[in-house]
């Protein structure tokens, strides 16, 4: 995947790829193999030496021949791709990769001491792929992104954080690198791949797919990074310090004819559907405060099944739905009703869900 990244970086118009033709004449270069080889054998080179350097500064760990080796065959880590990437500096290349921090009991060696770094990105102890690990409002992430070749050459960034950045400038030359958790692959956006539609197109080594489960997630997040709109102080502000989260639930109207907004209430609430009070302060509801209207989650589902033809009505969103149902994060109109208030972003969709 680095030497890919470095391919595509250099043959990559500053207009990106606009169509099919573009695509094709990528996919040329990255199938010359003469092309790719310089590329490889510099990385591996530069990952070896590194290695080496640390053996040499830490002997007492490596007293047994069978240590070296192993330390000498090991995976390729994250810090050694963006050690790597910083020291090329490539323009228009990205390291989308998961926070490890979560991971840290089980780091070794060199590892172990750079994960330190993430830090900051937070998150409990476990699979740095299951988001459950991270509380949002508190400002975890489950994501960071690396950009090279400009002034903060590697600086580690949230999505949010980088999405700041961005403004309102769009991404037009970009290549990802991607880590889907178990393996390596390269991305870049296409403004319209089947002549109509913006997509990403991910360039993999292997027969397998990894658009589902975690390399599912870290491709949508990319593909965030590239297309959504920069993040709204509000409503979705979820590092502020108000009890109640509040999102538009557009579908949804109360008697007034007033647009109802989803939100988890602080307090014991009376749905104005089923009439039932005391409803205990969990879960997600809707209500008018301007005619004082409340529906509980189960009548609010009710009625949007109701206003859509059921629970299998078809979504604006289908693909971040899909991979926000394989990480199992609420239930499907949750999901359905984060979508639409994150506008498809669905790491926004995620904070949403588990940032309460």
């Not at 403004?167 to 991305?187: E, P, S, W, Y």
């Not at 491709?219 to 009890?243: G, H, I, K, Q």
């Amino acid at each position: 995947c680095i030497a890919s990244s470095m391919v595509m970086a250099r043959h990559i118009p500053e207009e990106g790829l606009v169509g099919r033709h573009d695509v094709d004449a990528l996919l040329a270069k990255l199938r010359d193999v003469d092309s790719l080889l310089p590329e490889i054998r510099k990385a591996m080179g530069f990952i070896a030496d590194s290695r080496r350097t640390y053996m040499a500064r830490h002997a007492s760990s490596f007293r047994d021949p069978k240590d070296s080796s192993a330390y000498m065959k090991a995976w390729v880590a994250n810090y050694e791709i963006s050690d790597f990437m910083k020291a090329e500096s490539i323009p228009g290349i990205f390291f989308m990769r998961f926070n490890q921090w979560p991971e840290r009991g089980s780091a070794r060696h060199e590892e172990a001491e750079r994960l330190v770094e993430e830090q900051r990105f937070g998150g409990r102890a476990g699979d740095k792929s299951s988001a459950v690990l991270h509380n949002f409002r508190a400002g975890d992430a489950m994501f960071i992104v690396e950009e090279f070749g400009n002034r903060d050459n590697g600086l580690l960034l949230k999505s949010r954080e980088w999405l700041e950045r961005r403004g309102d400038r769009r991404v037009t030359k970009a290549v990802f690198i991607l880590d889907l958790n178990g393996h390596f692959a390269v991305a870049t956006p296409v403004a319209s791949f089947d002549g109509a539609s913006p997509a990403l197109l991910v360039f993999n080594t292997t027969s397998s797919s990894y658009l589902e489960g975690a390399g599912g997630l870290v491709t949508a997040a990319a593909y965030d990074l590239v297309f959504s709109e920069p993040p709204p102080s509000s409503p979705l502000d979820l590092a502020s310090n108000d009890p109640v989260t509040h999102v538009n639930v557009p579908m949804l109207g109360c008697s007034g004819g007033h647009q109802l907004s989803s939100f988890e209430a602080p307090s014991e609430f009376s749905c104005d559907g089923c009439t039932r009070s005391g409803i205990p302060p969990s879960g997600w509801a809707a209500g008018c405060r301007e005619c004082d209207y409340d529906l509980c989650a189960n009548c609010e589902r009710s009625q949007l099944n109701q206003d859509e033809g059921g629970s299998d009505a078809p979504t604006r969103w289908p693909e971040q739905l899909k991979v926000l149902g394989e990480l199992g994060v609420g239930n499907t109109e949750e999901q359905r009703r984060a979508l639409e208030a994150a506008d498809g972003h669905v790491e926004r969709a995620i904070e949403l869900l588990l940032g309460g």
